[in-house]
């Protein structure tokens, strides 16, 4: 798989842990080490901003989207290569998908959620066809990956969707699929 540009769906909040800023960090300079373009909600805050100014301090792109309602509410990056602005959270996802070759889910909050079963289920009624990793950072996301595992168990995941998520545990896993 080529992966030319990558969104991020993040928290505009740092969280608790560490390890989510740290991985975050380490995940922007290799994704500037490797000429991939990020793509995500343009904000300058919590984990969104520590990913965006990775990839800057690398010398890498990024290409924020972020919808008017928020442009105060999140400070908007100011020091990223593009940001654009949209109408409304819709459109943001919508966007921010449409202009990367995969997604990658790091902690983060509701918004965060929403984004990733928004585009799983994407995947799953054939809208979009992308791969889709979350990284699970200091184990954040062991419920949720083990209720996913129910969900399959249960005889309620598609194939097709069930095999566009891969699960990671550090940022150099991407390097894997690359």
């Known amino acids: 798989m ?93 966007t921010i998908y449409s202009l990367c070759d995969a997604a990658m889910v790091l902690p983060g909050g509701f918004g965060t959620l929403d984004e990733l079963f928004e585009i799983l289920t994407w995947n799953q009624l054939t809208i979009h066809d992308k791969q889709i990793f979350l990284l699970n950072s200091g184990g954040f996301y062991d419920h949720l990956i083990a209720h996913i595992e129910l969900m399959r168990q249960q005889g309620f995941l598609y194939e097709k969707a069930d095999r566009s998520i891969h699960f990671l545990n550090d940022p150099e896993e991407l390097a894997e699929f690359l």
């Open 2 to 94: 080529k992966i030319h540009s990558l969104a991020v769906f993040c928290g505009s909040k740092n969280g608790k842990d560490p390890s989510f800023t740290e991985q975050a960090a380490q995940l922007g300079k290799m994704m500037a080490e490797r000429k991939i373009k990020l793509i995500y909600g343009g904000g300058s805050a919590g984990i969104m901003g520590v990913i965006a100014d990775a990839v800057m301090a690398g010398g890498g792109e990024v290409k924020g989207v972020i919808p008017k309602l928020l442009l105060e509410w999140e400070v908007q990056h100011r020091g990223i290569t593009e940001l654009i602005i949209c109408d409304d959270m819709h459109e943001r996802k919508r």
